[in-house]
């Protein structure tokens, strides 16, 4: 069993962590630079590929059998082709990672998966899984695509936010007891005044307006109905699947999350929260975004949550927070809207990573089958470039359909890896584009450390390789092992769940934050952790990948070998920083954001906070 200590440990009110801790500058003062014409940094075949990641599919082993439902009946409705997405939450506060995964209960007025149901799977604890669905209240069968959990009331339970064709819903944890507060809470995610419910695709909870209280980011997709289903053809005789090129687009809705009476800051936590659309006031409001996929990270550097989302066949959104409520649309000056041409792409799912951990962000974004994966980087400030090719991704993802993407560092080597999920939308896609299937392998590209990634997928193990429609792609420890292991949703079909049998060696440490009141779980937090010269960039965030959440608190860091992370920086959301260390390989701390200011001594180490900031 790891070690574990409690370090309470109080906020400063110190400069950004950014600029004390190399985030955004080299320990020069000077930004790492990143061009495609860097020698050995050119797309190549992958000579490299090794890896020390091995998966073992325990799905049936750990008892999970949810099978997505998708109420297919012949007349290629659009969204029976798009979900669906995986959840990790600890809905029972026990710190075992539990999952939700989201079902399609089928079209009204038909039989097919009529009824089928999303399912919750607790965490025994000993390596496996039970279904407690029913017995958590969760059992309402609608149309599901994804969602987000956090607590947002306060009353130190997480709750879930499930998106859907159709109505969205809201439910409430009681002490692991789910109440529906969709309709009292105000969080359908539809326009005002709209005569038909959205299409709901991604969701994300985070504190958009700095009050402390977590808000709600609901993406939508098209104006699609059953009513207004259009007929589109990919070989001009028989029905397929439609491309939202087809449809208008659906605005995403932000919803700010007030206490009683409209007060957004006040009320006392676990009081009744309602919540209050925003959009258009916030400057979210675009009626033309086709939206999947949604990253939530401080892009700026300035401390404030900012908003990437991924469109499909329309430009990307960046939402630059301003600090007062509003944001602002950055995309196209930072050049992440487009592809290098200029042209859309068709975005699925995307995340947020550090890849060479000198503090400059990369956006990975899937795209559709014909159009590689988008790796946009952080050149300047404020500027981004697609480094796919670079990176050595675009020949293997280029086939490929990719919804959900992560990163992570499977191997704990200290640099984030990348994993793909992919699947076409159209079963019958082989007849008509002959090196294009419908079934897909997963990729898993390790990181070199360098800028480039190598194609390691087939080299695990476990199955990984094989063929799946996947959708959903999110990692957890769920054995608390001390290494990530992989979930994946899939179209149609079973969930997997991949157990990473990394061999002993790399080392890791558990960082457990605990926020201060409204924010408990401390979203939007970034965690820097230093071994040696390296330094390993963490957010806290319900939001990544496609439709699904991962495990991002506690953080999970590998060591690459070494002994012990040095140093730990943590930047809440309110502004203040905590530092411990060292802590020790295999030890598992949870930090406290204190409730008061003040300058404490370090914990676990010697010297005053501000003196492990220029030690930084």
Avoid at 18 to 40: D, I, K, V
Avoid at 278 to 297: F, M
Avoid at 424 to 430: C, G, L, N, R
Avoid at 532 to 541: E, I, K, L, N, P
Wanted: proline residues 5%; negative net charge; hydrophobic residues 40%.
């Amino acid at each position: 069993m790891s070690a574990h200590r409690t370090v309470l440990l109080a906020v400063g009110v110190l400069a950004p962590a950014a600029t004390a801790c190399g985030g955004g500058e080299s320990q020069s003062g000077e930004a790492p630079s990143y061009t495609q014409t860097r020698p050995g940094f050119t797309e190549r075949a992958g000579s490299d590929a090794s890896t020390s990641i091995r998966f073992t599919d325990v799905t049936a082993a750990v008892g999970i059998d949810f099978v997505h439902a998708t109420g297919a009946f012949g007349e290629k409705w659009m969204p029976e082709t798009m979900g669906s997405g995986v959840i990790v939450l600890d809905y029972d506060g026990d710190r075992w990672p539990d999952l939700f995964f989201v079902n399609s209960t089928g079209w009204e007025g038909r039989a097919e998966d009529r009824g089928a149901g999303s399912m919750l799977l607790r965490n025994l604890g000993d390596g496996t899984f039970r279904d407690v669905t029913a017995e958590a209240g969760l059992g309402l069968p609608i149309y599901g695509m994804g969602g987000t959990a956090a607590d947002y009331d306060a009353d130190g339970d997480t709750d879930l936010y499930v998106t859907a064709v159709g109505d969205n819903r809201l439910y409430r944890n009681d002490g692991g007891r789910f109440t529906d507060v969709t309709r009292e809470t105000g969080t359908e995610g539809n326009a005002p005044g709209a005569a038909e419910p959205a299409w709901s695709t991604a969701a994300a909870w985070f504190d958009a307006d700095g009050d402390g209280w977590l808000d709600l980011l609901v993406c939508n997709y098209v104006d699609w109905t059953p009513e207004t289903d259009l007929f589109f053809s990919r070989d001009g005789v028989n029905k397929s699947y439609a491309t939202p090129e087809e449809y208008n687009g659906e605005s995403c809705r932000l919803l700010r999350n007030e206490a009683p009476g409209g007060s957004g800051s006040g009320g006392p936590s676990g009081a009744a929260r309602r919540f209050r659309d925003v959009t258009a006031e916030s400057g979210l409001d675009n009626p033309d975004g086709k939206s999947l996929g949604i990253a939530v990270d401080d892009f700026t550097g300035d401390g404030l949550p900012d908003v990437a989302i991924a469109n499909d066949t329309y430009q990307n959104f960046l939402y630059e927070n301003q600090g007062d409520g509003t944001f602002v649309d950055v995309a196209l000056d930072a050049g992440v809207a487009f592809d290098e041409f200029g042209r859309a792409r068709a975005g699925m799912g995307v995340d947020v990573g550090d890849i060479l951990n000198r503090g400059q962000l990369s956006i990975g974004i899937g795209n559709f089958s014909n159009e590689p994966v988008s790796l946009f980087t952080e050149i300047q400030a404020g500027l981004f470039q697609d480094l796919a090719g670079a990176a050595r991704l675009t020949r293997s993802t280029l086939l490929p359909l990719t919804f959900g993407l992560r990163f992570a560092d499977l191997d704990l080597d200290r640099y984030v890896d990348l994993v793909l999920g992919n699947g076409h939308i159209e079963p019958e896609i082989e007849a008509i584009q002959g090196d294009v299937t419908f079934a897909q392998p997963p990729l898993l590209f390790r990181n070199d450390a360098r800028g480039g990634f190598a194609d390691v997928g087939g080299l695990v193990g476990g199955g990984f390789d094989a063929p799946i429609v996947a959708r959903g792609v999110a990692t957890l420890d769920f054995d608390r092992d001390g290494d990530l292991d992989l979930v994946i949703s899939t179209n149609g079909g079973p969930a997997r769940l991949f157990r990473n049998d990394l061999a002993p060696g790399p080392g890791w440490v558990r960082l457990r934050l605990e926020g201060a009141a409204p924010n408990l779980g401390a979203i939007g937090a970034t965690v820097r952790v230093f071994v040696g010269d390296v330094a390993q960039r963490f957010a806290v965030s319900t939001a990544s990948s496609y439709l699904s959440q991962s495990e991002t608190n506690p953080v999970l860091a590998g060591l690459g070998g070494a002994p012990r992370a040095d140093s730990v920086v943590v930047v809440w959301p309110a502004g203040g920083r905590s530092v411990v260390g060292p802590v020790e390989a295999g030890e598992e701390i949870v930090i406290q954001e204190a409730s008061k200011l003040a300058a404490l001594p370090v914990a676990g180490g010697s010297g005053s906070f501000e003196e492990k900031e220029r030690e930084h």
